[in-house]
């Protein structure tokens, strides 16, 4: 079955360290692009980043450079999602998803797609 | 940074009915504009891609159109199954989303 899928739930407090994670199968993961969609509660849908698992070349959305840091690990068909220091405001589901459809844009270190396949998404609360 | 308008905001259907959501895009996206559904508790689906597009599986009934800077999704016979928060992206630049039409039961 292809299909991915995310780590559990996680309840942190500000200032913690966390790395999610979102493992595929089923589809050769080293060949599509892999995308962080983050959804705050109540909230629409924000693209956060995406990595091409088979090289790791990583390209954020500007909203979120320098805030989180994607990675993935080819060996594992796993990417991840991660941040240094959490915020209260970082509370959200977390989704990955694969994308399709990618093209180069005209913005710095721009490519953009279409997510194809989701994952289940890893909700993040982050409380003191 | 494209900005995505839908509307409206919220629809009140009956299961039979033919609907038709809107979005704009604050410039020219071309046809790079895909069509998303989301249920409560789960994971959005991609419906339609590159504007008029049916992504696998997708049953004939979903539909869309446009160009440019307006697209629309239409539903021609909503079923149960249909009543969900429907999300327009684009891909033209930076992806961004619009920020949702919920089409609820009357």
């Known amino acids: 079955e292809v299909q991915l899928v995310q780590s559990g739930a996680e309840v942190k407090k500000p200032g913690e360290s966390l790395k999610i994670s979102c493992k595929g199968s089923g589809y050769s993961f080293t060949n599509y692009w892999i995308g962080w969609v983050r959804q705050m509660p109540g909230k629409g849908l924000e693209w956060m980043g995406i990595i091409y698992p088979g090289d790791s070349d990583t390209r954020y959305s500007p909203s979120f450079q320098g805030q989180v840091t994607i990675s993935a690990d080819k060996s594992i068909s796993t990417a991840n999602l991660q941040w240094s220091s959490l915020k209260a405001s970082d509370t959200a589901m977390y989704y990955c998803a694969r994308v399709t459809q990618a093209r180069y844009c005209s913005g710095y270190s721009c490519l953009a797609g279409y997510f194809d396949l989701w994952g289940r998404g890893t909700l993040v609360a982050v409380s003191s | 940074e494209i900005v995505l308008t839908q509307s409206p905001a919220t629809l009140s259907l009956s299961p039979g009915e033919r609907t038709t959501l809107s979005c704009r895009a604050s410039?020219?996206?071309?046809?790079?504009l895909a069509w998303y559904q989301q249920k409560p508790g789960q994971a959005p689906r991609l419906l339609i891609y590159d504007a008029s597009n049916r992504a696998t599986g997708i049953p004939a009934r979903f539909s869309g159109s446009g160009s440019g800077t307006d697209f629309t999704l239409t539903i021609s016979s909503l079923e149960p199954e249909d009543f969900a928060v429907y999300y327009c992206?684009?891909?033209?630049?930076?992806?961004?989303f619009g920020p949702g039409t919920k089409v609820g039961i009357k």
């Open positions: 410039q020219s996206v071309s046809s790079y």
């Open positions: 992206q684009q891909r033209y630049n930076w992806p961004t």
